[in-house]
């Protein structure tokens, strides 16, 4: 399946923090940091761990720019 | 002004795109594009050009996660 | 490539209308009516049409409740 | 009141997760499962309870498309 | 229908713009001026115009905090 | 740095509810309530008191109306 998210940024799982509802998740994207907040059970279904092979997912609409 | 947001990529923009209300911002970020789309007035006020040094801002909330 | 978003409705397209930056998707999604707005190209490169199969992926932290 | 968001779709709440901050509502829309995650307040201050009528409201800006 | 987003500041438009798939909308909320991006369809259906007292609804995770 | 989010409504904290992943920031925005949901660690970085002057910041695109 192909998602309309303009951004797939391709990066590295450094660190997963597992909470009730929600995980935080740390990623190397080319050497920024970028943290994602998906849900606990997100997290868990893909069996995220550090080292792992993954991609930021970013709707277009949600993302600002800072000059 | 600091803001919460956990992600500032440091990029270039490429090419702004203005419609009516929104528009479109793509950058380079670390050799991978990311897009935006912004409000047409505040990519105006931002002044916002092809060459430009900026950042990507994106709320933690609003990252998903591929695998 | 799995997406954490925890919300992959099924529905099929019923209309595409596109603008200079942002096009509107309406989906019928098991009798009710589903509308995304996603960005012109991105339309244009899954190239939607009326009668498409598709899915409406929304993060779960963007749905709210109404009761 | 109401509201601007294009979508709202009716279905029946099955599981509420309550976590400290955030609280993770699960309902079923037309046989299709759509998740929520909403402040622990709100799901106290609507008391959300297996069974419910209710309605999913997202704003058509994030809605994605998987094709 | 009560919606579960926390956020409803009460204000008055105070300026539309319509677009082809967007609309932009201008508000003072207590003196201040919060704009949102709604779709053309829903500003038209919501007949929104200047004076108008309305409600700008936010859900809390989409509020950052700049310091 | 300038932020592209249209929105930055003057306030000051009320309440700050630490969660593991997620923290809940209440504020008083001209006598009217704005809740925030960040991330625990960005509520901790911007050492978020009761008392403290900040600004709401909203993308316009998340901003509903409600009439």
New interface residues.
């Given amino acids: ?10 990066g590295t799982v450094k660190k997963v ?9 740390v ?1 190397d ?11 606990r ?3 868990q279904e ?1 069996n ?1 761990k550090e080292g ?16």
Wanted: no cysteine.
């Fill in positions: 399946m192909e998602v309309s998210a303009r951004n797939k940024l391709k923090l597992l909470g009730q509802v929600a995980a935080e998740v990623m994207v080319g050497g920024q940091e970028v943290v994602a907040v998906i849900t059970q997100s997290a893909l995220l792992d092979s993954v991609y930021a997912v970013i709707k277009a609409t949600d993302v600002m720019i800072g000059k």
